[in-house]
């Protein structure tokens, strides 16, 4: 496959990807992105262990992260981003454990779901 076409189907991924972000969290603003900001600080410490394990074990091994960050990370107003999270919350992709926030086993569990296919499409283009 030449590159032009590579490129054509990598750009029809990545708007499959945002479309279901789309069809997942309707009109709910910032959420896909709070909850990708909050799960990359999550990993920063992760080491080989299942990342669809309980919530208990995911909190032992990962790195809390907290609305400072979410809002230098996005440029957003804090209240913005605290009522946003306080949502997510409510929805059980986001957990506050003494202060810090964690992205739940509901929220790990679809997203390695779309991180395997999403490597194996990856894959196929290679």
Same mark, same amino acid.
């Given at each position: 496959m030449d590159s032009? !076409? !590579?490129?054509?189907?990598?750009?029809? #991924?990545?708007?499959?990807?945002y479309a279901d972000e789309i069809h997942l969290y309707g009109s709910r603003p910032y959420y896909a992105q709070i909850l990708k900001i909050i799960y990359h600080i999550n990993l920063k410490t992760w080491k080989d262990k299942d990342l669809i394990c309980d919530n208990e074990t995911f909190i032992e091994h990962a790195l809390g992260s907290n609305i400072n960050a979410v809002t230098? +990370? #996005?440029?957003?107003?804090?209240? $913005?981003?605290?009522r946003k999270v306080n949502e997510l919350i409510e929805l059980d992709?986001?957990?506050?454990?003494? +202060?810090? #926030?964690?992205? $739940?086993? !509901?929220y790990r569990k679809t997203t390695f779901e779309k991180s395997v296919?999403?490597?194996? !499409?990856?894959?196929n283009l290679a």
């Open positions: 032009v !076409k !590579k490129i054509i189907e990598v750009e029809k #991924l990545i708007t499959a990807i230098r +990370g #996005l440029n957003l107003p804090r209240e $913005t981003v605290r992709y986001v957990m506050r454990v003494d +202060g810090k #926030l964690y992205v $739940t086993q !509901k296919l999403f490597h194996k !499409k990856m894959s």
